[in-house]
C-alpha cells in the first residue's frame, strides 16, 4: 500500500524510519519531509495546510492511508475536507477531525471536557478582553504559583508560570489587551499550579476502543539542571522509571477510560492519537494538556520500542477493529537527545552544513529541521536533529545518545548532556 505522512519533523521521520519497515508498504511519501526522511520514502513539497495540493497528491498516487502528524493540520480540518469530499471520503486519516481537535486546540474547551467527565486536572477558570477585570481580581484570590495558558496553539510558547501577583497580572493583560500570542491568547485559561513531576502517556484509538503506548518523559527547559527557556524538546526518555504498573493503572482508570467514553458521550469522532500530558503528584495522576498527536521528541523515543508493525495497528484504526490487533514491546530503554541551532528557542541563524552524521553507528539520528542544498544537509530550524539510543538500561542508553550526539557537527550546536540523569 501506499502511505503519505504530513509533516516535516522529527516526530515525522520517527514515524517514517518505523513505517519504512513494514512489509505492507509498496511507497512511502512525506510531505513535505526534511533531508533525513528522503531516506525511508520520497519528500513531496506539499505544506501541512494546502489541503488542496495533499489531496491531488493523493488521488494522483492512489494513496491508501493518510497519516497527520503535527497539530496545525487537525485543528484546521484535514480530515473533515477528506470526509467532505466524496472521492476522498474512503481514504482513512489518521487523527481526529476538526471537533476532536478541539482538544489541543483550544484548552477551555479542553478543560470543559475534563471538568464534565470527571477526568483529575487542575482548577481553572477561563477569561476573554472582555472579562480581563474579572480575571485581574480572580488572580487575586489563587496562590502562587499561578499558570497562564492561551486558548489556542501558540507553538508551544502559550503557557507561562508566574510567581509573583504583578507578573501575573501584568502577563494576563499582555495576553488578553495586547494580543502577546495573536489570535491564541484572545481567550486565557487561568489554572492552579499542580507541584509534581511531568509524564507524557500515548494512546491510540478507533473511537471505541484503544491501545495504551509507552510512556515517555520529555525534557523542555533549554538549559542544564531545567534552567532557562521553554522549548520544544531538547530530549526524552521512555519507559519513565517512576511511572510504575500501579500509576499507569491509575492514569487508565481515572484518564484513559473516561476520556474515549467521553468523547463517545458528546458525538465527538476520534480516529487517532491521544496524547496526554501529565503531573504525577504524589503517586497520583492528573492531566495538564491533552494534544491530538504524538509527541516531539518523545515520538523519538516511543516508536524504537515498539517491535512490531506499526501499520498494523493504524490499519486497526482505519477499520475500526483496533481491539483484535495486538503489539509487542522491547523490554529496552530508549533514550533521546536534541540538538538545535545556536541562539535557540530565541533568534538563530540557518543553512549550517551538518557534518558527521553518518559515523553515528549505534544510535538512531532523526531530522527535526533540515534541508539539502546541493547535496549538503544543512540546519532549517531551531531543533536540528534528535539522536535516539536504544540499549538495555537507562544509564546506556542516555550515555550512548549523549556520546553520539556529541560526535555530529554544526556551527552553533547546542545540545543538553544531562537528559535523563535526574532519574537515574
Same mark, same amino acid.
Given at each position: 500500500m501506499n502511505i503519505l505522512i504530513v509533516g516535516s519533523g522529527g516526530r515525522e521521520s520517527a514515524f517514517a524510519w518505523k513505517i519504512a519497515q513494514?512489509?505492507?508498504?509498496?511507497q512511502l511519501y512525506i510531505a513535505p519531509g526534511n533531508?533525513?526522511?528522503?531516506?525511508?520514502?520520497?519528500?513531496?513539497?506539499?505544506?501541512?495546510?494546502?489541503?488542496?495540493g495533499i489531496a491531488d497528491f493523493v488521488r494522483q498516487h492512489a494513496v491508501a492511508m493518510v497519516i497527520v502528524g503535527p497539530e496545525e493540520p487537525l485543528v484546521k480540518g484535514i480530515h473533515d475536507y477528506f470526509l467532505d469530499r466524496a472521492?476522498?471520503?474512503?481514504i482513512p486519516v489518521i487523527g481526529p477531525q476538526q471537533k476532536g481537535a478541539q482538544l489541543e486546540g483550544s484548552k477551555d474547551f479542553a478543560k470543559q471536557f475534563m471538568v464534565r467527565h470527571g477526568i483529575p486536572t487542575a482548577a481553572s477558570r477561563s477569561f476573554d478582553k472582555a472579562t480581563l477585570a474579572d480575571g485581574l481580581a480572580y488572580l487575586e484570590t489563587q496562590r502562587l504559583p499561578i499558570v497562564l495558558k492561551a486558548d489556542g496553539l501558540a507553538a508551544g510558547k502559550g503557557v507561562l508560570i508566574c510567581t509573583a501577583l504583578e507578573e501575573a497580572k501584568a502577563e494576563l493583560t499582555a495576553m488578553l489587551a495586547d494580543a502577546k500570542f495573536g489570535k491564541a491568547s484572545s481567550k486565557v485559561v487561568i489554572e492552579e499550579y499542580l507541584a509534581g513531576i511531568e509524564l507524557s502517556v500515548f494512546v491510540l484509538t478507533d473511537g471505541d476502543t484503544y491501545k495504551v503506548l509507552p510512556a515517555a518523559k520529555d525534557y523542555k527547559r533549554i538549559g542544564e539542571g531545567d534552567t532557562g527557556l521553554n522549548t520544544g524538546g531538547m530530549g526524552s526518555v521512555s519507559p519513565v522509571p517512576f511511572a510504575d504498573n500501579e500509576f499507569l493503572d491509575k492514569?487508565?482508570?481515572?484518564i484513559i477510560v473516561p476520556t474515549i467514553a467521553g468523547l463517545k458521550k458528546d458525538n465527538?469522532? =476520534?480516529k487517532g492519537f491521544i496524547f496526554i500530558g501529565l503531573m504525577n503528584v504524589n503517586g497520583e495522576p492528573y492531566v495538564i494538556e491533552y494534544n491530538v498527536r504524538m509527541g516531539d521528541p518523545e515520538t523519538e523515543s516511543v516508536l524504537p520500542r515498539?517491535?512490531?508493525?506499526?501499520?498494523?495497528?493504524?490499519?486497526g484504526v482505519a477499520q475500526g477493529n483496533l481491539t483484535d490487533r495486538s503489539f509487542t514491546l522491547s523490554s529496552k530503554t530508549a533514550a533521546t537527545v536534541v540538538l538545535v541551532s545556536g541562539g535557540y528557542p530565541g533568534a538563530y541563524e540557518p543553512g549550517k552544513a551538518i557534518s558527521n552524521i553518518e559515523n553515528v553507528k549505534d544510535s538512531i539520528v532523526f531530522h527535526a529541521g533540515t534541508n539539502e542544498v546541493d547535496g549538503v544537509v544543512q540546519t532549517a530550524g531551531g531543533r536540528v536533529l534528535a539522536v535516539t539510543a536504544l540499549e538495555d538500561t537507562m544509564f546506556e542508553a542516555l550515555q550512548q545518545a549523549t556520546a553520539d550526539a556529541?560526535?555530529?557537527?554544526?556551527?552553533?550546536? =547546542?545540545?543538553r548532556k544531562d537528559i535523563g540523569f535526574d532519574l537515574i
Open positions: 513494514s512489509d505492507r508498504i509498496t533531508a533525513g526522511t528522503s531516506r525511508y520514502g520520497q519528500n513531496v513539497p506539499i505544506e501541512v495546510t494546502d489541503f488542496e472521492d476522498l471520503r474512503e492514569v487508565e482508570e481515572r465527538i469522532p =476520534y515498539i517491535e512490531s508493525d506499526l501499520l498494523d495497528l493504524l490499519e556529541g560526535r555530529i557537527y554544526f556551527e552553533g550546536k =547546542y545540545f
